[in-house]
């Protein structure tokens, strides 16, 4: 009869969840999920690798950016240079941070350095950015 006892409470205790969750109210909403993909990625050019946006256009890094913490890039400077804007609640992933701007809004920097786009690059894969000014370089991967 106790065995009886244990093997009923087991079955029981382990068969509560499925009821509960199966009697009123529905199934329980699934998470919400977390930011798994990066913002940008590293594609082989004839120049070596390199990195660039979702969209696969090639990223910017800036010699003026040195504190890894802030953009030195703003007002008119982003008309040259797009900052790779990041949803306020996104989080780092990986090598990819998350820097905030002066305007208040965020931008992604990869190893701490913060990214950017140029007008100039019309397709994926050009770079013509990296041409203007000794200043703007190529993001690459082993910056």
């Not at 919400?32 to 256009?57: F, H, N, S, W, Y």
């Amino acid at each position: 009869m106790f065995r009886f006892l244990i093997a009923a409470t087991a079955i029981a205790l382990s068969a509560g969840p499925a009821l509960a969750n199966g009697h009123g109210g529905g199934d329980p909403a699934p998470p919400k999920p977390e930011a798994t993909t990066a913002p940008a990625k590293v594609v082989l050019t004839k120049q070596g690798p390199t990195l660039v946006d979702l969209k696969g256009m090639t990223l910017y890094t800036y010699e003026r950016d040195t504190t890894g913490k802030t953009s030195n890039c703003n007002g008119k400077c982003t008309e040259s240079w797009v900052p790779l804007s990041a949803t306020v609640d996104a989080k780092p992933i990986g090598d990819f941070t998350v820097i905030s701007r002066n305007d208040g809004s965020k931008m992604w920097a990869y190893r701490y350095r913060p990214l950017y786009t140029s007008p100039a690059d019309k397709a994926p894969g050009d770079a013509n950015g990296n041409a203007t000014t000794l200043q703007w370089r190529v993001a690459r991967p082993e910056n």
